[in-house]
T-cell receptor
Framework: AQKITQTQPGMFVQEKEAVTLDCTYD???????LFWYKQPSSGEMIFLIY??????QNATEGRYSLNFQKARKSANLVISASQLGDSAMYFC??????????????FGSGTQLTVLP | DVKVTQSSRYLVKRTGEKVFLECVQD?????MFWYRQDPGLGLRLIYF???????EKGDIPEGYSVSREKKERFSLILESASTNQTSMYLC???????????FGPGTRLTVT
C-alpha cells in the first residue's frame, strides 16, 4: 500500500523568505513519481512540480524546487522568495500502482501555508 | 487551454436524494477521476475511468457509482445521499501519456 505523510498542518512564512514543506512517502513499487499541487481558497488544484523515482536531478520549476531524498523517502517542496499569492493549501501526491490504463494518485493530508506581509 | 468543468460549485441536497455530479473535459483525455476532499484527510479517490464505459473502484467507492458514456464526460452518482457524503468533490483528467492530472474547480456538496 502507498502512503503519503505531511506532518505540518499549518506553516507561516514571512514574505520574500524561503519555506520548506515536508513530505514523506512509503511504497514498495520501484517506479513511482511524486507531485506537488497548490490549492488556493478558490478550490482549484494547480500542478506545481513532478519528480520521477529514477530522475537523477531534483526537479525545479521557477521558484519551486523538490528536494528529493530517495533513501529517506522524502520529497520536500521548497518555495524560494515567498509571495503573498503563495498562501494556499499544498498537497504532496504520489503516482500509484498500475491499474488498468490509469495510474492513481495518492494524496497527503495537506499543509496550509500562510505568507505574512 | 486545458479545461475541466464541473456542473455546480455548490449543491445542497436532502438525505435520501439521488445526486448527480457531472464533469466534462475538453482535452480528449482517456483517464478521468473522482476524488472527495475532507479536512485533514486530503484527497481520496472514489472511482476512475480509463476509457468510455470502463471504470474501476478507488479507495472509497462505497455509496457511489459512476458513468462514462462519452469520452469527455464522467458522472458521479450518489444513489441515496447521506450526511456523511457532505464534502468537496473534485474531478480530474489526464492523458495516457503523461502523469499530470488536471483538476476541475470542485463541487461543494452539503447533504442535510
Amino acid at each position: 500500500a502507498q502512503k503519503i505523510t505531511q506532518t505540518q498542518p499549518g506553516m507561516f512564512v514571512q514574505e520574500k523568505e524561503a519555506v520548506t514543506l515536508d513530505c514523506t512517502y512509503d511504497t514498495s513499487d520501484p517506479s513511482y513519481g511524486l507531485f506537488w499541487y497548490k490549492q488556493p481558497s478558490s478550490g482549484e488544484m494547480i500542478f506545481l512540480i513532478y519528480q520521477g523515482s529514477y530522475d537523477q536531478q531534483n526537479a525545479t520549476e521557477g521558484r519551486y524546487s523538490l528536494n528529493f531524498q530517495k533513501a529517506r523517502k522524502s520529497a520536500n517542496l521548497v518555495i524560494s522568495a515567498s509571495q503573498l499569492g503563495d498562501s494556499a493549501m499544498y498537497f504532496c501526491a504520489m503516482r500509484g500502482p498500475y491499474s488498468g490504463s490509469a495510474r492513481q494518485l495518492t494524496f497527503g493530508s495537506g499543509t496550509q501555508l500562510t505568507v505574512l506581509p | 487551454d486545458v479545461k475541466v468543468t464541473q456542473s455546480s460549485r455548490y449543491l445542497v441536497k436532502r438525505t435520501g436524494e439521488k445526486v448527480f455530479l457531472e464533469c466534462v473535459q475538453d482535452m480528449d483525455h482517456e483517464n478521468m477521476f473522482w476524488y472527495r476532499q475532507d479536512p485533514g484527510l486530503g484527497l481520496r479517490l472514489i472511482y476512475f475511468s480509463y476509457d468510455v464505459k470502463m471504470k474501476e473502484k478507488g479507495d472509497i467507492p462505497e455509496g457511489y457509482s459512476v458513468s462514462r458514456e462519452k469520452k469527455e464526460r464522467f458522472s458521479l452518482i450518489l444513489e441515496s445521499a447521506s450526511t456523511n457524503q457532505t464534502s468537496m468533490y473534485l474531478c480530474a483528467s489526464r492523458t495516457g501519456l503523461s502523469y499530470e492530472q488536471y483538476f476541475g474547480p470542485g463541487t461543494r456538496l452539503t447533504v442535510t
